[in-house]
């Protein structure tokens, strides 16, 4: 049989601004070589219903990303089964598959809880399909060399190892500024995740959301020297 590559859906989720609805989601399937597989991005139709964007400033980037065919508009049930379609064709193929998020505890547990509360119905899941779970957040934070910097965090006492502050060190380039739309931030979460990935760290798999790491970025600031205990100096 010939060899079939691990892949990684790099996901990511944008919500509204009070029930954490889920109205913008993306993602794209990749190997370690970062080779695209199969990719989505859609707004939700029907989030809109219940609650505002929590950037809501951003809503007319949609516009432009609809007219350069980087998302579509679609029903959550229909996003649903193409994210889960996608990802069964592949296992059904023979390769491994790991859906993963950076913070990946946001966004698999308001998947669930977006198509809950727009069914109306409690039992509704995301994942149709028995699947590997990682958080790119704690991957990458295992890895990230110990001279990691960043600007302090609003405590003042850690520094950010947001996916923006990630992507600033590994790339060189302090002026970045994260998207906060789906499919643009999977492009630089999925670049976090091959950095890691080349530094072949353990990855920290699960198998179901309960057992993602908490408090990722308190682990992070602990690895690398950062005990909270005083005021840093801005990076």
Known sequence: MPFKPTLFVVTDIETTLRKRI????AWRIIDKSGREYN???FVIREAFKYDVPFFAEKLGHYFDDAYSQLIQPANIFDVRAEYN???GELQDAGHRV?????NAAFDFRYLPETIKTISGDISQRWMQRKIELMDIWDFWGSSVPLNYTAAPTNSGKYVSTSAESAYRWEFNLADFQERHIAWHDCLIESDILLKAIRRKKPMPIVSRPSELAGAVWKKINTR???DGKSVLIAA
């Open 98 to 102: 790991i859906a993963c998020a950076y």
């Open 224 to 226: 690398i020297g950062i």
């Open 85 to 87: 379609r996608q990802i």
């Open 22 to 25: 889920a109205f913008d989601i």
């Open 39 to 41: 990719k989505g991005s």
